[in-house]
């Protein structure tokens, strides 16, 4: 599990991008309601800033539908923001629990900050 704070794990974006999410003991608390009608079960934050995607981390486990999830991560990135920044955390893409995938327009819209 990527919210377990005591091994790393590696995933790749939404873009296709490898990424390591360093274990931690918390970098980034993400609280989030499933609003979808099935449980989820991977879901990839994007933490984006003036339309820039700064950095992502990934949560797993069994979200049922309404149930409210508070989980501390650690973030693929290295470019935090100041705390004046306006930021926004962003479900860019949901795994359901029966293979099926929700991707956000906002994959379509954000700049990664390492795109070539």
């Given at each position: 599990?990527?919210n377990?704070?005591?091994?790393?794990?590696?995933?790749v974006?939404?873009?296709?991008?490898?990424?390591?999410?360093?274990?931690?003991?918390?970098?980034?608390?993400i609280?989030?309601?499933n609003?979808?009608?099935?449980?989820a079960?991977?879901?990839?934050f994007?933490?984006?800033?003036s339309n820039?995607?700064i950095?992502?981390?990934?949560?797993?486990?069994?979200?049922?539908?309404?149930?409210?999830?508070?989980?501390?991560?650690?973030?693929?990135?290295?470019h935090?923001?100041?705390r004046?920044?306006?930021?926004?955390c962003?479900?860019?893409?949901?795994?359901w629990?029966?293979?099926?995938?929700?991707?956000?327009?906002?994959?379509?819209?954000?700049?990664?900050?390492?795109?070539?």
């Open positions: 599990m990527v377990f704070p005591r091994a790393g794990v590696d995933f974006d939404p873009w296709g991008m490898r990424y390591y999410q360093p274990s931690t003991t918390g970098n980034v608390r609280d989030f309601t609003n979808g009608s099935k449980p079960i991977a879901i990839d994007g933490l984006i800033v820039v995607l950095a992502e981390a990934r949560d797993t486990g069994t979200f049922a539908p309404g149930a409210r999830i508070e989980h501390e991560l650690g973030l693929a990135g290295d935090m923001p100041s004046s920044a306006k930021m926004e962003v479900a860019l893409v949901v795994q629990n029966d293979g099926t995938y929700y991707k956000s327009p906002r994959v379509f819209s954000v700049t990664r900050l390492n795109a070539k």
